[in-house]
Structure formats: structure tokens, C-alpha cells
Nanobody, 121 residues
Framework: VQLQASGGGTVQAGGSLRLTCAAS????????VAWFRQAPGKERDFVAS??????YYADSVKGRFTISRDNAKNSLYLQMNSLKPEDTSVYYC?????????????????WGQGTQVTVSS
């Protein structure tokens, strides 16, 4: 599966953005999918995932971000509300055939190219 993320940009604190990850290839519904983010000089951190029908969030985004997928459109989304300056990162979508509640980025085999999100204070 090939992934392409889009929707990043610059917003003020408290604002919202919606990220989209378009997938190509077949059997998209058979993949677990996730969003990660990486700030300069830091490791790639788990944000949210949909794995085997269950949804998981990092504590830092719970209640503010919503992950969803549309298998008919081969798409993954991340709705981000109440954005904070500390949410500033490059956001990556990821997929893994089958998959599970994997929080370590090294457990995900397919990646999009990343989209920059900048939140100004």
C-alpha cells in the first residue's frame, strides 16, 4: 500500500486542522492505520490508530483529536481541534497489514511522506 498525507498548515493555538491520508493499492480495509508525529530532534511519537476495529489515542491528544477511516475511499483522517503549540510537528500516516495497538513506530511497515503542522501561540 502507498500512502500520501496532506492537510497540514499553520494555525493559531486553539484552532483546528484536518489531515488526510490517501492510500492506493488493494485491501486497504485489511490494514491497521495510524498517525504519528515527529518534532525536530525527537523520536517519532504515536498519536492515534485504528487497529482491528478499535481506536487508540495518545494521552496527549485524547479529547482533542479524532481519527477516522473511510475504507470505500481508501482514506484515513485526523481531525485536530484545540491545537496547542506543542502539537507542532511533521505528521505521518502509517499502515500495517493486520496490525494491532502498536505504539512503536518501528512496528509499522508503510509510511506516507509527512505533512507539517505548525501551531503558533
Amino acid at each position: 500500500v502507498q500512502l500520501q498525507a496532506s492537510g497540514g498548515g499553520t494555525v493559531q493555538a486553539g484552532g483546528s486542522l484536518r489531515l488526510t491520508c490517501a492510500a492506493s493499492g488493494h485491501s486497504f480495509r485489511s490494514y491497521s492505520v495510524a498517525w504519528f508525529r515527529q518534532a525536530p530532534g525527537k523520536e517519532r511519537d504515536f498519536v492515534a490508530s485504528v487497529a482491528r476495529g478499535n481506536i487508540y489515542y495518545a494521552d496527549s491528544v485524547k479529547g482533542r483529536f479524532t481519527i477516522s477511516r473511510d475504507n470505500a475511499k481508501n482514506s484515513l483522517y485526523l481531525q485536530m481541534n484545540s491545537l496547542k503549540p506543542e502539537d507542532t510537528s511533521v505528521y505521518y500516516c502509517a499502515a500495517q497489514y493486520g496490525g494491532a495497538d502498536y505504539r512503536d513506530y518501528r512496528q509499522w511497515g508503510y509510511w506516507g511522506q509527512g505533512t507539517q503542522v505548525t501551531v503558533s501561540s
